[in-house]
């Protein structure tokens, strides 16, 4: 069983950061990439940044704002979002591409979700 959970969601002001954080826990063999996605009400899930094997990536809409960091060593990875718009609020998840054992392929694991709203 593998669980992903994000932490750190909340209402934030225009211009505020936030920090977003996900851990990925079980029976974990080893992961081949982290990153974070997002939906906002009437819109299809987008990727806001991704890592694997020491590159990342983001969508344009956040580059230069957000940046996304991964501990490999305790299966976590963070999204730092700065300069946050309205255009941001959404419920983040939390995507991991893992194996469970040495013999299974990579299958893609979620998290449950974060809400962010930015408003005043």
């Known amino acids: 069983q593998v669980q992903l959970v994000e932490s750190g969601g909340a209402l934030v002001q225009p211009g505020g950061s936030l920090r977003l954080s996900c851990a990925a826990s079980?029976?974990?063999?080893?992961?081949?990439?982290m990153g974070w996605y997002r939906q906002a009400p009437g819109k299809q899930r987008e990727l806001v940044a991704h890592?694997?094997?020491?590159?990342?990536n983001y969508a344009g809409s956040v580059a230069g704002r957000f940046t996304i960091t991964r501990d490999n060593a305790k299966n976590t990875v963070d999204l730092q979002m700065n300069s946050l718009k309205p255009e941001d609020t959404a419920v983040y998840y939390c995507?991991?591409?893992?194996?469970?054992?040495?013999?299974?392929?990579?299958?893609?694991?979620w998290g449950q979700g974060t809400q962010v709203t930015v408003s005043s």
């Open positions: 995507n991991a591409l893992l194996k469970i054992t040495a013999r299974t392929p990579s299958n893609d694991y």
């Open positions: 890592t694997s094997g020491g590159s990342t």
């Open positions: 079980g029976s974990i063999f080893s992961i081949n990439a």
